[in-house]
């Protein structure tokens, strides 16, 4: 069935006729006059501007002259660093740019030199942050303990620092400023909200839950004291109208019980959870929402950043928002009132009673622009195969498929579709460019998380530009690395997108149609937006490479290369690192076979340390003893089920189908290894223990 045009809670907007669509000067000064002015000389907040669109006016690097690129200047903004997560994105204010590190400080390097002009030692612990504040004078960080920090823009030095207690963990969120108000959100908590506080001294000023209590609107969305331990986070920055005086906030994942995967104990949709709520920007005052996801069970929150545009829709101007990532699909919303010019539908999907499932979830009525379905391909089939391929013993299924207690195989999986990578909006070739992840994940209540991305699949990517104006997808490329987590997309006047890899790289791309047009090793993954200004009419290109754990763990390449690019720049690239391992690994570290007899156990712990195997049936993820074996080519190895396992066990070995056999207890299997390699293999009993023979 249709979504009403109106389906929000009481207090919606009345909606309103949309003024005819201008073209939007190039800003002459470093604060944005709407949320549509591109970023010119500046690049003045994660986003570009309040719209969050990631593009630039600026164009003299185009597709001609991309080639040309070269390296400005490269700042070790720390020294040498090479650990850490980093997840900052810089910005830049007259001519200056600033970035936080793994470590938390933050510095304030020369445009033009890449000299460091101030740096801030955080004095209250390392946090994840992803990109600071410039406004009133001040640049405004985090600090761990829910701190606030505003520091003089021309010194660093410490201006205020206030502790906000009551509302969650507040770190992570980019700080966003507008008119004397900073707007931050929580994170990670049982239950969180939405702030503005005073850019003066950081006291609050009103405040938004996720997960409203008793009197609130939504409340009744939540079975009994649910609501208490609702999460619902706002992990992300938020957008900003100026003109409508909205604030858009996306919401995550409903938690509670074990995991966000459990929904057992909370009946009902949950709101705010995996929703975008419309508030009034001086008051926090609610004005629509809409939920992408009822009562979530699959840590599929759509929580990425959203994206303002105008653009015409049949005919008629109208102001947008462009909402979700996870789940693999937009929804394109009248920002003035929440409807959906394009359609959305409620669509039945499966049940699971226990879960308190809701019947029906939104689709919009042009589909996703990736796919939602596993895709089963028999064992020894080309390698890797299709991006979805499965990996073998799951139990398959499309989005939105409820589990209860045997792990669901599922894609998008919960790093997306996208994830918290930024996406831009080009006001030149009027689409909107998201990096994104094939990384499947298995949901069950067995994960105490939000879910397994089961061990041996390949998590690779693409890049996909959609026309909000028609929510069809323009194009596509595949591409070798996960692009969700913090790979973040600029476009330019100049025709271009960039868009940084795990593996170090920055790639220019035509934003037409995709082809790539220029690289560079930028020495560390890149897990940031890519941004440009100018100085005395010459264009320059920026990108943090520091790297974080997200897909690929501690096999991501780290540093704290502050980079800047301009044509016929004459630094050299940085030396290319090791790339990151695409397959997601096992458990455990390497064992040689000569070791444990060169002797696999199925289903049960192996204790590396005293070399001993466990001594009862296991079906966790380590459920193999050892799970990373190494042995030399020519090597026979035994898989063993013991005697007094209860079970029948297997050994699946994917993708290549080298060997699939089932074994009772007390049975054994050999397999001589002769080529050089890595093969996984998995249990049908339970497909979540996974170990990897490795021969070398």
């Known amino acids: 069935m249709e979504v009403p045009r109106r389906q929000v809670l009481k ?3 009345a909606a309103a006729a949309a003024a005819p669509l201008a073209k939007v000067p190039l800003a002459a000064g470093h604060r944005p006059a709407s949320c549509s002015t591109p970023g010119g000389r500046d690049f003045p907040k994660v986003g570009g501007n309040y719209g969050n669109q990631n593009y630039s006016a600026l164009h003299d690097i185009d597709r001609g002259s991309v080639r040309r690129l070269g390296g400005a200047w490269v700042n070790r903004i720390e020294g040498g660093l090479t650990t850490g997560t980093n997840q900052s994105t810089a910005v830049v204010v007259d001519g200056v740019l600033y970035i936080e590190s793994a470590l938390g400080n933050v510095h304030a390097v020369d445009g033009r030199t890449g000299a460091t002009k101030w740096k801030y030692t955080a004095t209250h612990g390392t946090v994840t942050r992803r990109g600071v504040a410039v406004g009133d004078g001040k640049v405004f960080t985090h600090g761990k303990g829910s701190w606030i ?5 021309a010194t660093g030095t410490v201006v205020w620092e206030r502790q906000i207690t009551g509302f969650g963990t507040m770190e992570k969120v980019a700080v966003t400023y507008h008119d004397g108000l900073l707007h931050v959100g929580t994170h990670d908590s049982n239950r969180a909200a939405a702030l503005a506080l005073s850019a003066a001294d950081g006291s609050l000023i009103w405040n938004f839950w996720g997960a409203p209590g008793p009197g609130e609107l939504g409340n009744e969305t939540w079975a009994g004291d649910s609501w208490q331990t609702g999460g619902a986070t706002p992990w992300m920055h938020p957008a900003i109208d100026p003109e409508l005086g909205l604030i858009y906030w996306t919401f995550g994942n409903a938690r ?3 995991s966000s995967q459990d929904g057992s104990g909370r009946e009902g949709q949950n709101l705010f ?5 419309a508030m009034e920007i001086k008051t926090g005052k609610y004005r629509w929402h809409f939920q992408s996801v009822h009562h979530n069970i699959w840590d599929m929150d759509n929580v990425m950043a959203p994206v303002l545009a105008d653009v015409h829709i049949h005919g008629r101007p109208r102001k947008i928002v462009v909402y979700g990532s996870k789940s693999g699909m937009y929804f394109i919303l009248d920002r003035t009132d929440g409807s959906a010019p394009l359609g959305i539908d409620e669509v039945p999907v499966p049940q699971e009673p226990r879960q308190k499932t809701w019947p029906t979830q939104p689709f919009p009525r042009q589909g996703g622009w990736t796919e939602n379905r596993v895709v089963e391909q028999p064992l020894g089939t080309s390698v890797p195969g299709d991006p979805n391929r499965a990996v073998p013993n799951y139990v398959p299924a499309k989005i939105y498929t409820p589990h ?4 669901i195989l599922s894609t998008p999986g919960h790093g997306g579709g996208a994830c918290w990578n930024a996406q831009s909006y080009s006001q030149h070739t009027g689409l909107v460019y998201t990096g994104y992840g094939y990384v499947a994940a298995a949901h069950s209540l067995t994960e105490s998380s939000n879910g397994l991305r089961p061990p041996g699949e390949y998590q690779t990517g693409g890049v996909v530009a959609v026309d909000p104006s028609t929510n069809l997808v323009r194009w596509k490329r595949r591409m070798p690395y996960s692009l969700a987590h913090g790979n973040g997309v600029l476009s330019t006047a100049g025709g271009l997108i960039f868009i940084g890899q795990p593996d170090g790289n920055l790639i220019a791309m035509d934003a037409a149609g995709g082809r790539e047009l220029w690289r560079w090793q930028c020495g560390a993954a890149i897990s940031s937006s890519p941004i440009t200004y100018e100085i005395d009419g010459e264009q320059y290109l920026a990108v943090y490479a520091g790297g974080t754990d997200i897909p690929y763990g501690a096999s991501a390449p780290r540093g704290d290369f502050l980079w800047a690019f301009k044509i016929d720049g004459k630094v050299r690239p940085a030396t290319t690192p090791a790339p990151p391992t695409v397959r997601r690994p096992v458990s455990g ?6 070791a444990v007899n060169n002797t696999v156990v199925l289903a049960r712990t192996y204790d590396p340390a005293s070399s001993t195997v466990g001594t009862t049936e296991s079906t966790a993820v380590n459920g193999m003893a050892p799970t990373w074996l190494r042995v030399p080519v020519g090597t ?5 089920n013991p005697a007094d396992n209860p079970h029948d066990h297997s050994a ?10 089932r074994l009772k207890p007390g049975e054994s299997f050999s397999y001589t290894f002769g080529r050089r390699g890595e093969y996984f293999y998995n249990d049908s009993y339970s497909p979540r223990p996974t170990g990897k023979v490795e021969v070398y």
């Open 256 to 258: 509670g019980n074990n």
């Open 404 to 407: 209860w207690d045997v792990p």
């Open 273 to 277: 959870s995996s929703s975008i709520v």
């Open 11 to 13: 207090g919606a907007l």
């Open 589 to 594: 570290t390497a064992v040689e076979g000569s």
């Open 652 to 661: 699946t070995q994917f993708f290549e189908g080298l060997f699939n056999v």
């Open 636 to 640: 026979t190895v035994t898989f063993v």
């Open 149 to 153: 920090i505003a520091l003089d823009q």
